[in-house]
């Protein structure tokens, strides 16, 4: 499983409309994406920065790269009256000896 991480700076005054937008209309198009598992966004507790990071989890590296190549101008495209800062975007491997319960989860 491959975890791709993206992070960025979202305009605050924004937020609730931001994550209404993800559940609404990023989310559906991700789960049509080939070997996509879960959505994982995760904002600080204080957000007077705006600094958040979204994981997405893929089956492998090519499912999440296709995405990025394919998919990921569009989303930016929805996404970018909330952008302060551009997306930065990096791929990990995700050692899945250590979370079992989570790969069984998502591979249900």
Not at 37 to 48: G, H, I, N, S
Not at 70 to 85: A, C, G, N, R
């Amino acid at each position: 499983m491959v975890a791709r991480i993206v992070d960025c700076e979202v305009k605050m005054e924004k937020k609730d409309e931001f994550v209404m937008v993800l559940k609404n209309e990023i989310l559906p198009l991700l789960k049509e994406q080939t070997g996509f598992r879960a959505l994982l966004p995760f904002f600080p507790d204080k957000m007077e920065d705006g600094k958040l990071i979204i994981i997405s989890l893929w089956r492998t590296k090519a499912d999440a790269e296709r995405y990025g190549r394919e998919f990921h101008p569009k989303v930016l495209e929805i996404l970018k009256s909330f952008l302060i800062t551009p997306v930065r975007a990096n791929y990990y491997r995700l050692e899945t000896t250590l979370c079992e319960h989570v790969v069984e989860v998502l591979s249900a």
